[in-house]
């Protein structure tokens, strides 16, 4: 079933980059509806939509992604960039913190921290 699922990924990833936004999203709700726990269905889900700036769909993947994965710190690294597209620092703030719970050395969430913080 990961091989299933990793296929459609990477359909997913083609349709995306001929700009299939649609065709993309539908490729990678197929590999999630094979394979729930595979992560990587959910991070493409959410950067196509991140891309369309809509960042509210995207988060709702991305905390579907992390219940699943507690662990899942590409997860909260992006959470943490739409909340700050829609304005919400606090949240973004605690989305980068809690990639660097799980991953101390996740430079970007480092960075993006640092430079809320200020």
Known sequence: DKLK?????IIGNYYAAINKKEEALK??????????SFMEAYLCKAQVLMDDKKYEEAIKVLQIATTLNNRFVDGYYYMGQCYEKI????????SYRRALLYCPDYQEAADALQRLSK
Not at 5 to 9: E, F, G, W
Request: hydrophobic residues 50%; proline residues 0%; glycine residues 0%.
């Open 5 to 9: 699922a990793k296929a459609h990924v």
């Open 27 to 36: 490729e990678f709700d197929i590999s999630i509806s094979i394979s729930f």
């Open 87 to 94: 304005n919400l620092k606090d949240m973004a703030i605690e």
